[in-house]
């Protein structure tokens, strides 16, 4: 059994990492639902990219998704000054809708069978295989250098994002390479997690660790344990209960933070 789900826990194991800490960012800046904006813009592009061809290569499939996501990076990136006037949300919302419609006309024009939207979409966990994790974690590992390279100066504008200001192009720079980077995970994780599994790992680990610790060490570490600890259980209780694996890791994740909001107000009571 261990090694019909090693893939998928390795698989949940490194995306626990590199979305655990893109979630602290993503909490700070309050753009929460930025990774689903970018997981649909992922999914357009990779829906036009099947239709220029049934049988088209995984690879020029994946360039088409990465270059409609580096499209919404740019977007957030340079609309970051009208924050005062268009809260950042709104923005992440239009695009999130429109990409999904264009998602489902694109489809009408697709020879794409329900079976490979359906995998295209919601991703396929247990089937992970060994290549496609080893280039995952070469991409999250190179996504991680950059972010230790810069982590200086993304935590500062994550910091400063709640009170915005005046926008520098160095920050404007910054954006982009923050996003598109960010893109670069998203792309690569939704074609085997799904959207609900990245949008999970992306938010409830950073929320139950920003519940109970202050500083940006304590709540990274905190958040790889949970979403170590929840995913794991969500893909054993997937293959025990024969359960579909994305959703329940999402449900594992979800009760851990029910856990983390009890605890807090058991604590709260015997202050």
């Known amino acids: ?30 753009v929460i639902f930025v990774d689903l904006a970018l997981a649909q813009l992922a999914a357009l592009g ?29 977007i957030f990136a340079l609309a970051r000054p009208a924050r005062t006037r268009l809260p950042q949300e709104a923005l992440i919302g239009i695009i ?8 489902i006309l694109v489809l009408s024009k697709s020879a794409l069978d329900r079976d490979e939207v ?19 974690a070469l991409l999250f590992a190179a996504v991680g250098a950059l972010h230790f390279v810069l982590r200086g100066a993304f935590l500062e504008i994550s910091e400063q994002s709640r009170h915005p200001g005046r926008v520098t192009p160095r920050v404007k720079l910054l954006d982009f390479v923050f996003y598109a980077s960010f893109g670069v995970v998203v792309t690569s994780s939704v074609p085997l997690a799904g959207v609900l599994v990245v949008f999970g790992m992306l938010i409830i680990p ?17 958040g790889w344990a949970v979403g170590a600890l929840a995913s794991g259980a969500g893909v ?7 359960l579909p694996t994305g959703a329940a890791v999402v449900a594992a994740l979800g009760a851990t933070f029910a856990l983390a909001l009890l605890a807090t107000a058991l604590r709260a009571e015997e202050g």
Do not use: K, N
Request: glycine share 10%; aromatic share 14%; net charge negative.
């Open 118 to 136: 359906e995998s295209m979409l919601t991703g396929r966990l247990l089937f992970a295989e060994w290549s496609e994790i080893g280039v995952m």
């Open 96 to 103: 999130y809708g429109v990409s999904a419609a264009l998602v």
């Open 1 to 30: 059994m261990i090694e019909f789900l090693a893939p998928a826990l390795v698989a949940c194991f490194l995306l626990a990492c590199i979305l655990g800490y893109f979630g602290l960012h993503v909490l700070q800046r309050e």
């Open 46 to 74: 990779a829906t036009v990219g099947h239709l220029q061809s049934v049988h088209a290569d995984g690879f020029i499939v994946y360039l088409w998704s990465f270059g409609f996501t580096l499209g919404g990076a740019a």
């Open 206 to 222: 950073a929320a139950c660790a920003a519940i109970f610790f202050d500083g940006i060490g304590r709540r990274l570490l905190a």
């Open 236 to 242: 054993a209780a997937s293959a025990w209960w024969d």
